[in-house]
């Protein structure tokens, strides 16, 4: 705090519960909240690693800027010795997308998962070391979600033992790629393999792309940067980059190994690691995504309820104050289910972590039986939670008024950095039609005796479900995790019946899921809330310990719930699980959560334990300070540096002058 004063401490009084208690519960364990805090808190008090300036860089300013905090990043990680854990955070912390990110959250697992013990061996020690740097090249210009339509070659030449990588097409230019664009000396690039004219399919290679001598590109290597992208800032640190291979020959020991090989004499043999282990890194993948979610909606949600406090309009009496925003219904309605979300999208995230362990354990013992779940449920629940966040960043940049579209707020760069997430690592709507294909596929086993497993294992009460109507007679009854979860349960499971239903009409199922495809959608949209429903119910099956801690996260399940509920009546309804009566006390109890959360609302975004660092916004300053230093800001542009502009004296003196002129006429 600036000048010692707490804005918001009046806020801060009133709440019901334990604060330090619930940093704990946010963190996942005493252990994860030191080490966070620990980290935050380094990063925060480091004047290298300032971003206040960085919406006002040009690209290049920008870029330098971005290759100057990753190395000093890594400097300090080697002098403080941090472990694996501890760096992963300091990069975090450091707030700014690098090249680093693609080469320890992509280059490196994919050599983990997909590489012999040799190649391993090899390449590991070097990309830990950063003596080499890594990408991922997947996508092309061509193709992004279909992978298996990627069209660089990888054509094995029998009398020199080499690949020789190519790309026949422009549409099969690699694009996109972070870290390609000017810094990755090597990438895991993804090509189809072909032995004799024989096309087996798409496979990874390590190829080298630049010297590492002069950083120049290698010979047959064209290479590049695809240009700027949306918003200030924001993604503009990283390098995405353009990659065209011009018969490029790489030895036959860099195609990675693990599942395939490629023998000497150009012979495809499949090794007894089973291909599966590539969905076990999709999981991992998928799961910090969510993990990543719940951190931007969070610091999003932070921003908008601390300025809501701070910012008063509108009902003053007899000269008194007035009213601060935060106590209007129509704020409170907008706002209070992204703060539920936030706890909801932490709460399933940490459930996925323990299912990514779950389903690592059970591939080392060669058993499958719960990975085409694992995988169906990881992909819906990363489409729902990016799409939701992405959403709800906007809507607490809209609760912020007009200050919320000052780069100042943290929130246009925050959007921009965090939209990306909707489309990579899968495009949030083909995933959830994946989805839907996995649900259909669970639907028309249900006779068969094959028990439905996991987030589907509700589908085996079908007939139960499909009878179902909620007893619901008051308002309170909706407090009850059972009867929401009923409601939940039936929903999914009659909306997927009914697609199921509907497709069974269709004599070629493919088509009958093309027609379909948004419906199949809505289908997969009402599996996964109840997913991350029920793991909001679940986790508060637990020991929660804290004063009054507990209490609140009833009252953020309840309202995560019924807003949902509310929001998708017509499904609801449609459906028959409801009335409309029931309808109607579902909003009316939420109404009255909001009521319950507005002492503990600037409280509950405190356990988030944030530095005003990391927030990067003046709005959601913790001491809600918020006008002086809006004020101040202002005056830091360049616009500022001079008082009269640029350009003044070309382009608007002389219409000024001759104004003037036409003016004494």
Same mark, same amino acid.
């Given at each position: 705090? !600036?000048?010692?004063?707490?804005?918001?401490?009046?806020? #801060?009084?009133?709440?019901?519960?334990?604060? !330090?208690?619930?940093?704990?519960?946010?963190?996942?364990? #005493?252990?994860?909240?030191?080490?966070?805090?620990?980290?935050? #808190?380094?990063?925060?008090?480091?004047?290298?690693?300032?971003?206040?300036?960085?919406?006002?860089?040009?690209?290049?300013?920008?870029?330098?800027?971005?290759?100057?905090?990753?190395?000093?990043?890594?400097?300090?990680?080697?002098?403080?010795?941090?472990?694996?854990?501890?760096?992963?955070?300091?990069?975090?912390?450091?707030?700014?997308?690098?090249?680093?990110?693609?080469?320890? +959250?992509?280059?490196?697992?994919?050599?983990? =998962?997909?590489? /012999?013990? !040799?190649?391993?061996?090899?390449?590991?020690?070097?990309?830990?070391?950063?003596?080499?740097?890594?990408?991922?090249?997947?996508?092309?210009?061509?193709?992004?979600?279909?992978?298996?339509?990627?069209?660089?070659?990888?054509?094995?030449?029998?009398? /020199?033992? !080499?690949?020789?990588? @190519?790309?026949?097409?422009?549409?099969?230019?690699?694009?996109?790629?972070?870290?390609? +664009?000017?810094?990755?000396?090597?990438?895991?690039?993804?090509?189809?393999?072909?032995? =004799?004219?024989?096309?087996?399919?798409?496979?990874?290679?390590?190829?080298?792309?630049?010297?590492?001598?002069?950083?120049? %590109?290698?010979?047959?290597?064209?290479? +590049?940067?695809?240009?700027?992208?949306?918003?200030?800032?924001?993604?503009?640190?990283?390098?995405?980059?353009?990659?065209?291979?011009?018969?490029?020959?790489?030895?036959?020991?860099?195609?990675?190994?693990?599942?395939?090989?490629?023998?000497?004499?150009?012979?495809?043999?499949?090794?007894?690691?089973?291909?599966?282990?590539?969905? =076990?890194?999709?999981?991992?993948?998928?799961?910090?995504?969510?993990?990543?979610?719940?951190?931007?909606?969070?610091?999003?949600?932070?921003?908008?309820? #601390?300025?809501?406090?701070?910012?008063? *309009?509108?009902?003053?009496?007899?000269?008194?104050?007035?009213?601060?925003?935060?106590?209007?219904?129509?704020?409170?309605?907008?706002?209070?289910?992204?703060?539920?979300?936030?706890?909801?999208?932490?709460?399933?995230?940490?459930?996925?972590?323990?299912?990514?362990?779950? &389903?690592?354990?059970?591939?080392?013992?060669?058993?499958?039986?719960?990975?085409?779940?694992?995988?169906?449920?990881?992909?819906?629940?990363?489409?729902?939670? /990016?799409?939701?966040?992405?959403?709800?960043?906007?809507?607490?940049?809209?609760?912020?008024?007009?200050?919320?579209?000052?780069?100042?707020?943290?929130?246009?760069?925050?959007?921009?950095?965090?939209?990306?997430?909707?489309?990579?690592?899968?495009?949030?709507?083909?995933?959830?039609?994946?989805?839907?294909?996995?649900?259909?596929?669970?639907?028309?086993?249900?006779?068969?005796?094959?028990?439905?497993?996991? /987030?589907?294992?509700?589908?085996?009460?079908?007939? *139960?479900?499909?009878?179902?109507?909620?007893?619901?007679?008051?308002?309170?009854?909706?407090?009850?995790?059972?009867?929401?979860?009923?409601?939940?349960?039936?929903?999914?499971?009659?909306?997927?019946?009914?697609?199921?239903?509907?497709?069974?009409?269709?004599? $070629? %199922?493919?088509?009958?899921?093309?027609?379909?495809?948004?419906?199949?959608?809505?289908?997969? &949209?009402?599996?996964?809330?109840?997913?991350? &429903?029920?793991?909001?119910?679940?986790?508060?099956?637990?020991?929660?310990? =804290?004063?009054?801690?507990?209490?609140?996260?009833?009252?953020?399940?309840?309202?995560?719930?019924?807003?949902?509920? @509310?929001?998708?009546?017509?499904?609801?309804?449609?459906?028959?699980?409801?009335?409309?009566?029931?309808?109607?006390?579902?909003?009316?109890?939420?109404? $009255?959560?909001?009521?319950?959360?507005?002492?503990?609302?600037?409280?509950?975004?405190?356990?988030?334990?944030?530095?005003?660092?990391?927030?990067?916004?003046?709005?959601?300053?913790?001491?809600?300070?918020?006008?002086?230093?809006?004020?101040?800001?202002?005056?830091?542009? %360049?616009?500022?540096?001079?008082?009269?502009?640029?350009?003044?004296?070309?382009?608007?003196?002389?219409?000024?002058?001759?104004?003037?002129?036409?003016?004494?006429?």
């Amino acid at each position: 705090m !600036e000048d010692g004063v707490d804005h918001l401490a009046f806020e #801060r009084n009133k709440a019901q519960f334990d604060v !330090e208690d619930m940093k704990i519960i946010w963190a996942g364990s #005493r252990q994860d909240f030191e080490l966070s805090d620990r980290i935050s #808190r380094l990063v925060a008090s480091d004047p290298a690693f300032r971003k206040d300036d960085r919406t006002t860089l040009d690209r290049k300013e920008l870029f330098k800027n971005t290759l100057r905090k990753a190395a000093y990043a890594w400097k300090r990680i080697n002098e403080l010795r941090l472990n694996e854990q501890e760096a992963y955070k300091l990069r975090s912390f450091v707030d700014q997308p690098a090249f680093t990110d693609l080469h320890w +959250g992509m280059f490196v697992p994919a050599i983990q =998962g997909q590489g /012999t013990d !040799e190649q391993q061996q090899k390449w590991l020690p070097l990309a830990y070391r950063m003596q080499i740097i890594g990408c991922y090249a997947q996508t092309e210009l061509g193709h992004g979600s279909n992978v298996q339509g990627l069209e660089t070659t990888a054509t094995f030449d029998p009398k /020199t033992d !080499e690949f020789v990588i @190519h790309s026949p097409t422009l549409t099969s230019s690699k694009w996109w790629p972070g870290g390609l +664009g000017k810094i990755s000396t090597h990438a895991v690039a993804y090509a189809r393999l072909i032995i =004799g004219g024989e096309d087996h399919g798409v496979h990874g290679f390590i190829v080298q792309l630049r010297s590492l001598d002069d950083h120049l %590109p290698l010979p047959g290597i064209t290479i +590049g940067d695809i240009g700027m992208k949306f918003g200030n800032a924001a993604y503009n640190t990283m390098d995405n980059g353009v990659l065209r291979f011009d018969h490029v020959r790489i030895p036959r020991n860099q195609m990675l190994m693990r599942v395939s090989q490629v023998t000497r004499e150009g012979k495809y043999v499949s090794s007894n690691v089973p291909r599966q282990l590539v969905y =076990g890194t999709m999981v991992n993948v998928r799961q910090k995504i969510v993990a990543d979610a719940s951190v931007a909606l969070s610091r999003a949600v932070c921003i908008a309820t #601390r300025y809501s406090a701070v910012r008063r *309009q509108f009902g003053s009496h007899n000269g008194g104050l007035e009213t601060q925003v935060i106590d209007y219904k129509t704020q409170q309605a907008r706002l209070f289910p992204l703060l539920a979300s936030a706890y909801a999208f932490r709460f399933v995230g940490g459930w996925l972590k323990w299912l990514y362990m779950d &389903v690592t354990e059970r591939l080392q013992a060669n058993d499958f039986s719960t990975l085409p779940e694992a995988h169906a449920c990881t992909a819906g629940l990363k489409s729902l939670t /990016t799409t939701a966040t992405a959403d709800g960043i906007e809507e607490c940049r809209k609760l912020c008024g007009g200050h919320g579209y000052l780069c100042s707020s943290g929130l246009p760069e925050l959007f921009a950095v965090y939209v990306p997430a909707c489309t990579y690592e899968g495009d949030n709507v083909v995933l959830l039609l994946q989805v839907a294909r996995h649900l259909m596929k669970t639907v028309s086993q249900l006779g068969s005796g094959n028990k439905p497993v996991g /987030t589907t294992a509700y589908m085996a009460r079908v007939e *139960q479900l499909m009878q179902y109507h909620s007893d619901v007679e008051k308002a309170e009854d909706w407090l009850k995790p059972n009867v929401v979860l009923e409601a939940f349960e039936a929903r999914a499971s009659r909306m997927s019946v009914a697609c199921a239903q509907n497709l069974s009409k269709f004599a $070629n %199922p493919e088509e009958g899921f093309q027609e379909l495809a948004a419906d199949l959608v809505d289908a997969a &949209v009402a599996h996964c809330q109840l997913i991350v &429903v029920s793991k909001f119910i679940e986790k508060l099956q637990q020991d929660i310990p =804290g004063k009054g801690v507990k209490k609140q996260l009833e009252v953020l399940c309840s309202i995560y719930a019924l807003f949902l509920l @509310h929001k998708h009546l017509g499904d609801f309804l449609s459906t028959g699980c409801i009335n409309p009566k029931q309808g109607s006390l579902a909003s009316e109890q939420l109404r $009255n959560l909001y009521s319950q959360v507005r002492p503990n609302a600037i409280a509950l975004v405190d356990a988030f334990n944030y530095t005003d660092h990391y927030l990067g916004s003046i709005l959601g300053r913790y001491d809600g300070n918020v006008y002086p230093k809006l004020y101040e800001e202002a005056w830091k542009d %360049p616009l500022n540096d001079s008082v009269v502009p640029d350009g003044f004296k070309e382009y608007i003196q002389p219409m000024l002058k001759q104004q003037l002129r036409n003016a004494r006429l």
